[in-house]
């Protein structure tokens, strides 16, 4: 007779016996117990979720606002140059503007670089050469006002 637990072969006392010890019945009912807290669990997650798509989307804006700013700078900017259908796709990843590969694999990499290098809350991501793409060495933290003024400088 083979275990159903351990699957090792053993001697049954009797005809009903189906586990060839007592901690394999106890590991077995554990093993089922925990597959259906499992189901439960996500069943009643999808159902917390249809009924409140309110609660989901505060759940996801409370995940981002902890993840900070460099998160949603680093999000926008990978819309901006590779979603076709963001609104900004046209100036951005429409004209071969794209994001170097560290930044683009790894929101860490993206990070620590803007870490180290001057970000602030006030400050927004700017690129010194406009034709070229984003990577480290093109790009700094300037306020928006600035921002601005560098781009009515390049539109004359
Ligand atoms: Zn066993």
Same mark, same amino acid.
């Given at each position: 007779m083979?275990?159903k *637990?351990c /699957? !090792? +072969?053993?001697?049954?006392?009797s005809?009903r016996q189906?586990?060839? =010890?007592?901690?394999?019945?106890? &590991?077995?009912w554990?093993k089922?117990?925990?597959?259906?807290?499992?189901?439960?669990?996500?069943?009643?997650?999808?159902?917390?979720?249809?009924?409140?798509?309110?609660?989901?989307?505060?759940?996801n804006?409370? *995940?981002? /606002? !902890? +993840?900070?700013r460099?998160?949603?700078?680093?999000?926008?900017?990978? =819309?901006r140059?590779?979603?076709k &259908?963001?609104?900004?796709?046209?100036n951005?990843?429409?004209?071969?503007?794209?994001?170097?590969?560290?930044?683009?694999n790894?929101?860490?990499?993206?990070?620590?670089?803007?870490?180290?290098?001057?970000?602030?809350?006030?400050?927004?991501?700017?690129?010194?050469?406009?034709?070229?793409?984003?990577?480290?060495?093109?790009?700094?933290?300037?306020?928006?006002?600035?921002?601005?003024?560098?781009?009515?400088?390049?539109?004359?």
């Amino acid at each position: 007779m083979e275990c159903k *637990y351990c /699957k !090792k +072969k053993f001697n049954p006392i009797s005809k009903r016996q189906k586990y060839c =010890q007592a901690q394999c019945v106890k &590991n077995a009912w554990n093993k089922r117990n925990s597959e259906y807290l499992k189901l439960m669990r996500s069943e009643y997650d999808r159902r917390y979720r249809k009924r409140h798509p309110e609660k989901v989307y505060l759940m996801n804006k409370e *995940y981002l /606002k !902890k +993840k900070g700013r460099t998160f949603s700078i680093w999000n926008c900017m990978k =819309q901006r140059c590779y979603n076709k &259908n963001s609104k900004d796709y046209s100036n951005y990843g429409g004209r071969g503007i794209i994001i170097c590969d560290e930044w683009l694999n790894s929101f860490d990499f993206f990070n620590s670089w803007a870490r180290k290098n001057g970000y602030a809350d006030n400050l927004t991501i700017d690129r010194i050469n406009v034709n070229d793409i984003y990577k480290p060495d093109n790009c700094r933290w300037i306020t928006i006002q600035e921002q601005q003024k560098n781009r009515r400088k390049k539109d004359l």
